[in-house]
Structure formats: C-alpha cells, structure tokens
C-alpha cells in the first residue's frame, strides 16, 4: 500500500469517530421526572425536561441532574434539651421535593445536608420551649412547626418539604424507670377501683337477689300459714260438724277429756302435772252417765244427761246397744244457753255475797251468844241416808 492510501484511510477513520462523539454529545434523551441542567460556554443555558434534546457540540455540557421525586431522609439521633432540663434523643424523618433544578443546583452546594442541619437547629428550638412530658404527647404540633420552619427555609433552594415526622423520642434511662413505675403505680390504681368497682356492684347484686329471696320467703311462708290456718280452721269445721251431727253426750266428753289430760304430762322437763278445775266436774259427768248415787243431785253434764234417760241401767249382761239405743244428745244451743244461765247467776251470787260481806262476819261473832242462850234448842243436824252403792257391773 502506498502512503497516500494509508493517510487517506486514517483520515477517514477519524473522522468517523468525530462524526460518532459529536451525535453522542449532541443527543440527550432526559428520563421521566428528571432534569438536567445545560451550561454554554460555562454560564447557564437552559433546563431540559424529559424527552429527546439536541446539544450543540463543544459548547453546551450537563452541570448536573436533578430527580424530580419525592425523597425520604432519615436523620441520625439529635441530642435536644428540654425546658426542665432533660436530654432526649430524637429521630426525624423528612419528606422533600424538589420544585426548582436551576435553584437546587445554583442556590445551595448540597440540599440534603442542608436540610439535616435546618432540621437539627429548628427541632432545638421547638423542644426547648417544651418540658418532657408535652415533648411526648405533642408530636403532631411539633412536626407542624418543623414543617412551616423548613418549608419556608428551603422554598428559595427550590425544595418544598412534605412532611416531617418525629421517629423516636428516648428519654434517660433513669427518666425511662420513673415513667415505668409511675405508669405501673397507675395501672394499679386503676385496676384497684376496678376491683373495688366489680365488688360493689357484686355486693348490690348479692343483696337485691338476698332481699328478694327473703320477700319471696316471707311471701311464701305468709301463704303457707294463711294455708295451713285455713286447712286447720276446715279441720275444726269438720270435726265440728261431725261432732253435733253424732250427738255425742257429755259422758262421751267426759271421757275424751280424760284421755287427753295424759297428754299434759309429756316432756322430759315437766316434773309437775297440774290438774284443771275440770277435772272434778268430768268425774261428775262420768259416774252421771254411767249412774251415780241416788238422791246425789245433778249438776254440769251430769244434769244434762240425766233427764234424757228415761229407762233404768240394763242388768248385767245386757249389750250395749240395748243398754244407749234411746239416749240423746241435749242439742249443742240449749247447752249453750243452760251453761250461760247458770254463770249469769254464779255472777249475781258473787254481787250480792259482796256487800253483805260486813253484815255475814257481825252475824258470825253474835252466833256463839245465841247458842249459849239457848241450849235447848240445839238440835243435832239430821243426816241424809246414804245411798246404796251401784252395782259393780254400772260401776264399770
């Protein structure tokens, strides 16, 4: 090969390759949500937004590119003292957005760090003005004014911050364990007036449902003796009625009484059997019945009885029913109204016995002078014939 070709040939070469770095440098395809920042000749040019761009060679060069997104920065721990002299730990978190690539590039060298270190001065000033327990229940308004404090700061960087969240916030240790235990010695206050709480509402149950078991106890032990006495009052009733229906005589009484008088000595306590005043009468009414002494006057049942029977005691032998087929029952009203005659004039006789009282003891002192006046006339009182004994047979 001569040396003409070969010149030729290398001079071609080259130039393909200058043809090959001008389009590169010439064409620029800029990304969605970026921008890229072109300088001529070292001053700024213009912003290219997404999309196909033309350079012009060796004189227009990208300073720098921009993301248009929205970024998220976390910040290490920042020690911040509070206004009662505590030192807290706090994490932030920032939302950012660029608004403005010429600003963001030209304004500020380094945005970011630029915002970290707005962030740690603005939160000392918040958290300065606030003691520890507003610095951990008022997140929301200290993230507010880190957000309009910062926003406003950044907006001539061309940066417009979103948001601002405070991530941690750490107490001292020493701080942590009193909030723990205070925490704790809550806790428990609140679970003693729930405890106290539940019993007491225990306690009003367990007593209405007590006073209502009581009213229904009463309730049912006032049914039970309003029954038991109604029952008890149909009993007597009855037994009333079948009484006057059989016309029983007062022997049968009599004796009735004398069987239940047994029954006034049971008990292991009783060591003394008194005797009614009765007793005598229901005796009088028995021998009375059963045929007492001839010429013995009748009185109480014995007077009752005495009159119905019209036909002497039957002999020996004879059987019962023949002995009381005709007796009769005196009817209960005139027994009733007999017995209120003779205590009406039980009562007369004690009225009139009470003003002659005087009279009976003055009569009493001048009776022995009487007598001793008259000797003759002192007669010996005449005794009335004893009366023959009843048979065994009536006697039993």
């Given at each position: 090969?001569?040396?003409t070709?070969?010149?030729?040939?290398v001079?071609?070469?080259?130039?393909?390759?200058f043809?090959?770095?001008?389009?590169?440098?010439?064409?620029?395809?800029?990304p969605?949500a970026?921008?890229?920042?072109v300088?001529?000749l070292g001053r700024?040019?213009?912003t290219l937004?997404?999309?196909?761009?033309i350079l012009v060679?060796?004189?227009d060069?990208v300073?720098?590119?921009v993301d248009?997104?929205?970024?998220?920065?976390t910040f290490?721990?920042?020690?911040?003292?509070t206004?009662?002299?505590?030192?807290?730990s706090?994490?932030?978190v920032?939302?950012?957005?660029?608004?403005d690539?010429?600003?963001?590039?030209?304004?500020?060298?380094n945005?970011?760090q630029?915002?970290?270190?707005?962030?740690v001065?603005?939160?000392?000033?918040v958290i300065?003005?606030?003691d520890l327990?507003q610095?951990l229940?008022?997140?929301?308004?200290?993230?507010?004014?880190l957000?309009?404090?910062?926003?406003?700061?950044?907006?001539r960087w061309g940066?417009?911050?979103?948001r601002?969240e405070l991530k941690a916030i750490d107490?001292?240790?020493?701080v942590q364990d009193?909030?723990e235990?205070q925490?704790?010695a809550?806790?428990?206050?609140?679970a003693?007036?729930?405890?106290?709480e539940?019993?007491k509402?225990?306690?009003i149950l367990?007593?209405?449902?007590?006073?209502?078991?009581?009213v229904l106890r009463?309730?049912?032990?006032a049914?039970a003796?309003?029954?038991?006495?109604?029952g008890e009052?149909?009993?007597?009733?009855?037994?009333?009625?079948?009484?006057?229906?059989?016309e029983p005589d007062?022997?049968?009484l009599?004796?009735m009484?004398?069987?239940?008088?047994?029954?006034?000595?049971?008990g292991q306590?009783?060591?003394?059997?008194?005797i009614?005043a009765?007793?005598?009468?229901a005796?009088?009414?028995?021998?009375?019945a059963l045929?007492?002494?001839d010429g013995a006057?009748?009185?109480g049942w014995?007077?009752q009885?005495?009159?119905k029977?019209?036909?002497?005691?039957?002999?020996?032998g004879?059987?019962?029913?023949d002995?009381?087929g005709?007796?009769?029952?005196?009817?209960?009203?005139?027994?009733?109204?007999?017995?209120?005659?003779?205590?009406?004039g039980?009562?007369?006789?004690?009225?009139?016995?009470?003003?002659?009282?005087?009279?009976?003891?003055a009569?009493s002192?001048?009776?022995?002078?009487r007598?001793?006046?008259?000797?003759a006339?002192?007669?010996?009182?005449q005794q009335p014939?004893?009366?023959p004994?009843?048979?065994?047979d009536?006697?039993?």
């Open positions: 090969m001569d040396p070709s070969f010149l030729l040939t001079v071609l070469v080259l130039l393909l390759v043809v090959v770095i001008t389009v590169v440098r010439a064409v620029r395809i800029v969605q970026s921008s890229l920042i300088e001529r700024y040019s213009r937004e997404a999309g196909l761009h060679p060796f004189f060069r300073r720098a590119r248009l997104r929205e970024q998220v920065v290490p721990p920042q020690p911040v003292i206004s009662d002299n505590l030192v807290v706090i994490d932030t920032i939302y950012f957005q660029p608004t690539p010429r600003a963001a590039t030209y304004e500020i060298a945005y970011i630029g915002i970290e270190q707005l962030t001065t603005t939160l000392r000033n300065g003005s606030l327990e610095t229940t008022s997140r929301d308004q200290i993230n507010g004014q957000r309009g404090v910062l926003d406003e700061a950044t907006g940066i417009r911050v979103n601002v107490p001292p240790a020493s009193s909030m235990q925490m704790r809550e806790r428990n206050r609140r003693a007036i729930l405890t106290a539940g019993s509402q225990s306690q367990t007593a209405e449902g007590e006073k209502q078991s009581a009463a309730e049912g032990a049914q003796a309003i029954l038991k006495a109604q009052a149909r009993a007597i009733q009855q037994v009333f009625d079948a009484i006057h229906r059989g007062p022997g049968l009599a004796y009484y004398l069987q239940t008088l047994p029954k006034l000595a049971e306590g009783n060591t003394t059997w008194v009614p009765e007793l005598t009468e005796l009088r009414g028995i021998g009375s045929g007492g002494r006057p009748d009185s014995a007077a009885v005495r009159p029977r019209e036909r002497p005691l039957a002999e020996p004879t059987p019962a029913d002995v009381f005709d007796a009769r029952l005196q009817d209960p009203a005139e027994a009733l109204r007999a017995a209120r005659e003779e205590a009406a039980a009562t007369r006789e004690a009225e009139r016995s009470t003003p002659d009282a005087g009279a009976g003891r009569a002192q001048q009776a022995p002078a007598v001793a006046e008259h000797p006339q002192q007669q010996p009182a014939p004893a009366a004994r009843p048979p065994a009536e006697q039993r």
